[in-house]
């Protein structure tokens, strides 16, 4: 079965530090990856997504995401943290023929001045 | 804002009733999805429509039903409710019927059945 994994439940850093979410994915086929982010009481915003080429995807707020086949991750990652950036961010799969989206449980962000 | 627009924003019932959720995609957009977001089961897809036809399915119960209307505004319709359906439902849109593509997502419907 296709399925997500984000093995934090929260991660905590200190404003300014670089932060890293971690995602790995276990699909049988080409899998399209994406990071939502979701605020308190807000739907879900697209963050960035992962479809070909270029392995490092930059998407919203600064946000980037690595893609590595051969450890079946897509790590989110951010060069300097903001307090602002505290939310729960979801990492999300599709596959050619299911176009529904496949989420990890979430992780929680926690950024501290 | 995503251009999502989710209507109503909270919804309070009772366990056996009847609720209809409703979901406007954004403009231009042919495809809309329905998701429920529960503390024990996460973020699950449920159904999808793309210009007025069911195209997917996922874990919908059989007392739920969808459907998307000729100006492709969509309804989530829950019946004979129970407390485990307590949820945040949410919409979302993408402009075509392809893996790829971006889903947009709405602010979402919290419905709590008392």
């Known amino acids: 079965a296709q399925s997500v994994a984000q093995p934090e439940d929260q991660v905590n850093v200190a404003e300014g530090n670089p932060l890293t979410v971690k995602c790995t994915y276990s699909?049988?086929?080409?899998?399209?990856l994406f990071w939502y982010v979701q605020y308190p009481n807000r739907g879900l915003q697209f963050l960035l997504k992962?479809?070909?080429?270029?392995?490092l995807v930059k998407g919203s707020y600064g946000f980037e995401a690595e893609f590595n086949k051969s450890q079946t991750s897509f790590h989110l990652k951010k060069p300097s943290a903001l307090v602002s950036d505290s939310a729960l961010y979801f990492c999300?799969?599709?596959?050619?023929?299911?176009?529904?989206?496949?989420f990890g449980a979430g992780t929680r962000l926690a950024v501290h001045p | 804002d995503s251009g999502v627009t989710q209507t109503p924003k909270h919804l309070i019932t009772a366990t056996g009733q009847r609720v209809t959720l409703r979901c406007s995609p954004r403009?231009?957009?042919?495809?809309v999805y329905w998701y429920q977001q529960s503390l024990d089961q996460g973020l699950q897809f449920l159904i999808q429509?793309?210009?007025?036809?069911?195209?997917a399915k996922g874990n919908i119960l059989e007392r739920f039903s969808a459907q998307q209307f000729p100006d492709l505004h969509s309804e989530l319709n829950l019946s004979s409710l129970e407390l485990g359906d307590s949820a945040l439902y949410f919409c979302?849109?993408?402009?075509?019927?392809?893996?790829?593509?971006?889903?947009?997502f709405g602010p979402g419907t919290r419905l709590l059945v008392l």
């Open positions: 992962y479809i070909t080429g270029d392995n």
């Open positions: 999300a799969v599709t596959l050619n023929g299911y176009n529904k989206l496949i």
């Open positions: 979302a849109s993408s402009v075509e019927d392809l893996y790829q593509e971006t889903q947009y």
């Open positions: 429509y793309y210009n007025g036809e069911e195209r």
């Open positions: 699909v049988s086929g080409n899998p399209y």
């Open positions: 403009s231009g957009d042919l495809s």
